[in-house]
Every structure is written in structure tokens, then in C-alpha cells.
């Protein structure tokens, strides 16, 4: 299966502004601490999720992002298209030019595979994520560090 990082991260990624938006933008700065994905890749991923209509960002101070709609009403699916990650078991990326401009034998089934992990994964939305148990130990566990970090002391010398 080609699932990238490019997927997993937005996926992550958004699961996390789900987790921590309470009704007030989430800034990609937080994300990126709590997630360790770097700032620059996660801007490039939420214009993608903002344009695709999965968030909205809000400009100045105390800006950020917000989901677009509930959680309820977001697959892991649709946030992968978004990023334009597919999903695919083949060796030919579903084109059927897996043999010199030829189709394998067994093209078929890694297509059908590939239909059927989308199928799964726009049957899941982050609202269930949100509500699993080891989702919600691990989101505690990433805020209290993240708060650690922000508090540790910062030397001083003379």
C-alpha cells in the first residue's frame, strides 16, 4: 500500500486540531510541537485541507485553524484525498501498465484491496477517533509534555 507520510501526517495533524479546538483556533506552531512534524510541511498540508473545505484558518494574533465542519462529518478518506495521497496497492498506481504497457495477473486484487482500505477509512471519522480511549491517553500524554516544554527554565549567564 502507498500511504505516505503525506497522508499520515494529515491525518495526525488534523485528529490533533480536532482533539485541542475547543471552539478557538489552534495554531500550526502547537501542532507541530505536540506532533513533531515540521511547521513548514504542516502549512503546505493545511492550505491543501483548507482549500479542499476540511478547515479554516483564522489570520492574527490568537490565529489558527478550525475544522470546517464537525467531526462527525469528517472521514480519514476524504482528509487523505486531500491531500492528494492515494491509496494504493498496486505496483502500477492503478493504471493497468504493470507489465511493459500490460496488466498483471493479479492487478485486479490490489485494486480491489486498494478500494476496499478507502472504503474502510471513509467509514471512520475523527469524531470516532476522538472518542477512542488510546487516542484520548495518548492526546493527554502529548499535552503534558508539550507543557513541560514550555515551562522548563531558560539559563541565564552573565
Request: with cysteine.
Amino acid at each position: 500500500m502507498r500511504l505516505t507520510t503525506k497522508g499520515r501526517y494529515a491525518v495526525t495533524a488534523i485528529l490533533d486540531l480536532a482533539l485541542h479546538g475547543d471552539g478557538s483556533p489552534i495554531s500550526l506552531a502547537d501542532i507541530s510541537t505536540r506532533q513533531d512534524i515540521s511547521l513548514s510541511y504542516l502549512e503546505q498540508l493545511f492550505a491543501r485541507l483548507r482549500r479542499q473545505g476540511l478547515v479554516t484558518s483564522v489570520r492574527g494574533p490568537g490565529g489558527g485553524y478550525l475544522l470546517a465542519r464537525a467531526p462527525g462529518d469528517i472521514s480519514v478518506a476524504s482528509i487523505i484525498d486531500a491531500v492528494n495521497e492515494s491509496i494504493d496497492a498496486t505496483r502500477c498506481q492503478g493504471t493497468g501498465d504493470c507489465q511493459q504497457g500490460t496488466t498483471c495477473l493479479t492487478h485486479h486484487l490490489w485494486s480491489d484491496l486498494s478500494d476496499a482500505i478507502h472504503d474502510f477509512l471513509e467509514r471512520i471519522t475523527l469524531e470516532e477517533l476522538i472518542h477512542r480511549h488510546e487516542v484520548q491517553r495518548i492526546a493527554s500524554q502529548q499535552h503534558d509534555s508539550a507543557n513541560q516544554i514550555a515551562v522548563l527554565p531558560v539559563a541565564h549567564t552573565s
